[in-house]
């Protein structure tokens, strides 16, 4: 059994121990939560599962692994401690690695350390073909993502547009994947991931679009290259409780978790 630890417990962060405790994240045990307030955490009902606001609390309990639940920010705090303490590290902030400096700091801890950083595929699909097209010679990849009004309420959006007021597709950026994960932290952190399965940050197009004419979160990757041409397209339920986010997102670390225990793995 691997022992985990998790960094943050909002909406995903719930969702993910809910699955290890389910028994649906394959032979994990939760050991610990890192949250910002622990007296407003201390009600969840997680048994044998230490809930703290102390980072040396955590991190001083053997863990085998680290989920990140927090963004960006607890990824530039906790990404090379998790390596130094002698723990994989697993992160859902991925726009935090459009930071190049920060992207290579965490290669060499983990190479360091003999640890690994793993990104699960989360919002996006099919990151297996992505990944095996650049092998050979990879033309373009480009990312159109399409979210309705709701999930733009709290964001950048509000600056550039009247929300209340839209009613037709609204393409609020357009330009590198790079730029995309800065602006857009908590919604485009698939073209981070996009981008690093694939031909990188800068050549790596994306599309963002308002539009209140769905009502699920749509990603859309378009790539073509020497192995011939690929067009995935998935739509997301919204969360409830965060609509920036999908269920799906803690399915893929869940689904990752089981991978590292499981004798046979399908899919890589």
Known sequence: MLRAGLIGYGTIGKNIAELIRSKQAGNIELKTILVRNAE???????????????????????????????????VELYGEKAFSVG????????GA?????????????????????????AAIAGLDRIASGVVGEMEEITLITRKPTKSWYGTI????????????PYCIYEGSAREAAKLF????????TLSLAGIGFEKTKVQ?????????????????????????????TPSKQNPKSSPIVAMSVAKVLKNLTAPVVVGL
Do not use: M, W
Request: glycine share 4%; aromatic share 4%; net charge negative.
């Open 40 to 74: 407003k955490a201390a009600s969840a009902a997680l048994p044998n599962c230490t809930i703290t606001a102390d980072e040396e609390l955590f991190f001083n309990q053997e863990l085998d692994i680290v989920i990140e639940a927090a963004g960006h920010h607890a």
């Open 87 to 94: 723990s994989n590290l697993l992160i859902l902030s991925i």
């Open 97 to 121: 690695l459009a930071d190049q400096d920060l992207h290579e700091s965490l290669q060499i801890a983990a190479d360091n350390a003999g640890k690994q950083l793993f990104i699960p595929s």
């Open 157 to 168: 959006a509000e600056e550039k547009v009247d929300l209340t007021a839209i009613t037709e």
């Open 185 to 192: 932290p908590e919604s485009v952190n698939a073209s981070a």
């Open 208 to 236: 963002v679009y308002i539009d209140p004419t769905i009502d699920r979160n749509v990603h859309t990757i378009l790539a073509k290259g020497c192995f011939g041409e690929v067009e995935i397209a998935v739509k997301n």
